[in-house]
């Protein structure tokens, strides 16, 4: 069967993204829209068999072209460190909700480059678990140093809810230094958890009445949170969870 032209142009980018490179210093960067960052190299070579495991995928969810594409950035991603986990799953999330192949690879490729800045701006060591909500903050258009800063008022491995609570925040129309420092204002409290989910509902249900509204309500929130005024819901569990923005 002859190839389409649409088929064609995504053997090209295959071609060009597949092929070998000479190192340069560019190589080591990458644009998140705002500023560019240094990439890490990947701190030890993965084994082999580390790597076949990374790199496992149902190809037959694409077409020929796509997967080679697919495999290709997941390859490059393994090789820089980055884990491809969370690429597979949106890979084959956007083929179950039958998305044109050339949005997948694009998508895939920006959420590669969003968890190389992640794992630049949070150091080494970061758990997948707060590095995929850290690459979400940076596709919503949150500077990087603000996603760090943010993760810095939390214990190692807490920072899940912090992160998903800004990203929300800024996706609904409040201004990123005042997203960050309502977050960072109340993640330094105790059960600090139940209070930035507090602050996401609130701020999500007065979004609807227009921006200021919820500017203000968030002011508000802070303020009685902050001075022990404000009592929080249920304490937080597994089965309780903020929720997640909408992928960028």
């Given amino acids: ?6 088929a064609a142009l995504l053997l090209v980018q295959a071609v060009a993204q597949l092929s070998p490179r000479a190192a340069t210093p560019a190589d080591d960067t990458l ?8 990439v890490r190299p990947i701190d030890r070579p993965l084994d082999p068999a580390e790597r076949a495991r990374q790199l496992q995928f149902d190809a037959s969810r694409f077409d020929t072209l796509t997967a080679a594409v697919l495999r290709g950035i997941f390859e490059e991603a393994a090789d820089r460190g980055i884990p491809t986990k969370p690429l597979i799953s949106r890979a084959l999330e956007g083929a179950a909700r039958k998305v044109p ?13 969003a968890l190389a800045t992640a794992k630049f701006a949070l ?25 760090a800063s943010v993760r810095a008022t939390r214990p190692p491995g807490t920072a899940v809810t912090a992160l998903v609570v800004l990203t929300d925040l ?4 409040v201004p990123p230094v005042t997203a960050r420092e309502a977050v960072a204002s ?4 105790p059960r600090s958890d139940d209070a930035l989910m507090g602050l996401q509902a609130i701020v999500a249900k007065n979004s609807q009445r ?3 509204m919820a500017l203000d309500a968030l002011n508000r929130y802070v ?7 404000s009592p929080t819901s249920s304490p937080a569990s597994p089965e309780r969870k903020p929720v997640r923005p909408p992928d960028p």
Avoid: F, K, Y
């Fill in 223 to 229: 303020r009685l949170t902050s001075s022990g005024t």
């Fill in 123 to 147: 150091g080494d060591g970061t758990s997948l678990e707060e590095l995929d909500p850290a690459a979400a903050a940076i596709r919503a258009g949150i500077d990087p140093r603000t996603v």
């Fill in 31 to 38: 644009r998140t829209g705002q500023a560019t960052q240094p």
């Fill in 186 to 189: 109340i993640g330094r409290l």
């Fill in 170 to 173: 800024v996706v609904r129309g």
């Fill in 101 to 113: 192949n050339a949005r997948i690879i694009r998508t895939v490729r920006e959420w590669s480059d």
């Fill in 210 to 212: 227009g921006p200021g």
């Fill in 1 to 6: 069967m002859a190839l389409t032209s649409v």
